[in-house]
């Protein structure tokens, strides 16, 4: 007998024992899995948090903490894993990763995916809408052998950016001029509401009550405002409205201040990488026309006076993610006031 043929005979019916086997094992594996033999593995947890961010994106890192069930992993199975991160509706983030091979018992899947933060604004528009109040979602998902299995997380993010500029307090402005002696004018109350937002600005309407302690009249010609968040200016501007202030009188100036949507996505790095903690400042300075006391002709002057006892900061805190607690379904105000400078 040829010794070559029967060599080949041999090997060729390993080869299709070979072949057989794991034919029968692919045959039986996917019966269990047709039976419901196969344990789905199960979706535990999801954490998030914020990774690097630069002008253009900010990294979202999602760990999947799963639990198989069976003796061996996962690979023939062919498991994947879906997720998507909404605020207030607005779709923020989303991912998916396929051919997950999950060994037995608990184990962890990373997932990383990029957030335009072009879409920064249409989420602060919604945020400012909906009275400072922002509803994150977490809609994560595990498929495996035909099944899903869904996992999500809530929770609400309350701020109170403004609010506290609402006061009654009376308050005295130096113009800090040899023209006139100090106290200028005295403020005695103060008021500031979100005007109706749009997708390209988000105004503060401010106003101030004023009293005029000289034996003089001023005329308010102009009102400028800064506002910064984390020192990036997010809005300025000047109103030229004028008002005068009789000796002796108070009078309400009104001035509109407006945050620029479109420089939020600048600010939204800095918040990012100051472990989501921002410092609002809206500064105010008053252009102030009155008599001149050197001129024989009746002639006036004007004097800016900065109005730093109006200045309003404000300390904002956000868990956006969860990820400082990795609590679930909880309601959170994250906003917090500190001491006039």
Known sequence: ??????????LGS?????????????VALGATVGLGVFGVPSLESVDNEFGETNETTTVVATDLTLDNPNPFGTGFVGVSAEYAIRMNDVEMAEGTKDDIDICTGRSTVHLETYMDNKRIPDWWVSHVRNDEQTEVAIDAEVQAAGQAVPIE???????????????????????????????????NQTRGDWGEVTESETPIDTSFVAYNPKSVPYTVTEMRYEITMNDVTVGEGT???????????????STRT??????????????????????????????????????????????????????HEETIETDLLGSENGTDDRTENVSRSVPRA
């Not at 130096?174 to 005295?186: A, E, F, I």
């Open 14 to 26: 390993k080869a299709r024992i070979a072949v057989t086997a794991v034919g029968a094992l692919v």
């Open 239 to 253: 109103s030229r409205e004028e008002y005068v202030i009789a000796p002796g009188t108070t009078e309400r100036i």
């Open 258 to 311: 407006a945050i620029r949507n479109e420089n939020l996505d600048d600010w939204w790095v800095t918040h990012v990488r100051n472990d989501e903690v921002t410092e609002l400042r809206i500064e105010f300075e008053a252009t102030v026309q009155l008599d001149d006391p050197s001129s024989i002709t009746g002639e006036t002057v004007e004097i800016r006076v900065p109005l730093n006892e109006l200045t």
């Open 153 to 187: 997380r809530e929770r609400t993010i309350n701020t109170s950016m403004i609010e506290r500029f609402n006061s009654n307090e009376t308050r005295p402005i130096n113009g800090s001029t040899l023209l006139v002696d100090d106290p200028v004018l005295y403020v």
């Open 1 to 10: 007998m040829d010794s070559t043929w029967l060599k080949s005979a041999l």
